[in-house]
């Protein structure tokens, strides 16, 4: 079974802003990981935020991407991507450079999102 470290073996920012995002949401209570070939996702009742490597799919520098799935669209510079997929889910993709980046307001977008997810 991948963990997180294998998912980002090789590739140590990557894992270090996944543990942040992974402190975040452990702060806010049960929900469940899963590690998959292509992305970490965080679960409770649906997903609600997911952790991926760029590089896996595009030339790209940054260690890390935050997919975080809301039922509003959130206007902020941080944001490099929003789209639609159903009427009612906004997903926010988040370039994370660094553990520090998984700030208090990321994880107050963490929060609504988990809370969406019941």
Same mark, same amino acid.
């Given at each position: 079974? *991948?963990? *997180?470290?294998?998912?980002?073996?090789?590739?140590?920012?990557? @894992? &270090?802003? +996944?543990?942040?995002? &992974?402190?975040?949401?452990? &702060?806010?209570?049960?929900?469940?990981?899963?590690?998959t070939?292509?992305?970490?996702?965080f679960?409770?009742?649906?997903?609600?935020?997911?952790?991926?490597?760029?590089g896996? +799919? @595009?030339?790209?520098?940054?260690? !890390?991407?935050?997919?975080?799935? @809301?039922p509003?669209?959130?206007?902020s510079?941080?944001?490099?991507?929003?789209?639609?997929p159903?009427?009612?889910?906004?997903?926010?993709?988040?370039?994370?450079?660094?553990?520090?980046e998984?700030?208090?307001?990321?994880?107050?977008? @963490?929060?609504? !999102?988990?809370?969406?997810?019941?």
């Amino acid at each position: 079974m *991948p963990t *997180p470290e294998s998912f980002f073996v090789g590739h140590p920012d990557g @894992l &270090a802003v +996944y543990r942040a995002v &992974a402190n975040r949401v452990a &702060a806010l209570g049960g929900s469940e990981v899963r590690v998959t070939r292509s992305q970490i996702a965080f679960r409770r009742r649906r997903g609600f935020a997911w952790v991926w490597r760029p590089g896996q +799919y @595009l030339t790209s520098t940054v260690p !890390a991407v935050l997919s975080i799935a @809301l039922p509003r669209r959130v206007e902020s510079a941080r944001v490099k991507q929003v789209v639609q997929p159903t009427p009612h889910a906004w997903m926010h993709h988040l370039e994370l450079a660094s553990p520090d980046e998984v700030d208090d307001e990321v994880a107050g977008w @963490l929060r609504e !999102a988990w809370t969406a997810a019941g």
